[in-house]
């Protein structure tokens, strides 16, 4: 599985069509997180906190039990769900923020609020996931001492 710590994804307010920029050392996932229309957001966004797997043209992801398939035109990686969970988030706020900030027509839009409603449950879902992947480390601690 990819680690994620590499990954950075921004705000692009460049003349060409792109939402985001995502920079990793693992194409797929630089691919996958740079956005380049707001349809991908609304045909993922709701799919995620159910874990429902989806699949556009050349991109998509598919749900395991402990990680998440990740495919693109470039290939595809997989990635524990914890991190896939995070690195959404991530982007999801660099959305938001990144359209506040512009004052992007997309916020009038009828499934924006959707989104941002998306986008705390997510967050949520980050945190609990964060502590069941502490739990996981203690429990390893305790039983291997």
């Known amino acids: ?55 556009l043209n050349e991109c998509g992801f598919e749900f395991n039990e402990t990680k998440v398939v990740l495919y693109t035109a470039e290939g595809k990686t997989e990635i524990a769900k914890y991190d896939f969970f995070i690195l959404v988030s991530r982007l999801y706020d660099v959305l938001i923020e990144g359209a506040n900030e512009e004052h992007h027509t997309v916020r009038y839009e009828t499934w924006w609020q959707d989104f941002i409603e998306n986008f705390f449950l997510l967050q949520e879902r980050c945190k609990i996931e964060m502590l069941h992947h502490e739990e996981e480390i203690v429990t390893l601690t305790i039983v291997t001492q």
């Not at 939402?19 to 707001?38: G, H, I, K, Q, Y």
């Open 1 to 55: 599985m990819r680690s994620v710590s590499g990954v950075s994804i921004a705000w692009y307010d460049g003349l060409e069509n792109y939402m985001s920029v995502a920079e990793s050392s693992e194409p797929v996932l630089a691919d996958f997180f740079t956005v380049r229309n707001w349809d991908f957001i609304r045909s993922i966004y709701s799919a995620i906190p159910c874990e429902d797997d989806v699949h």
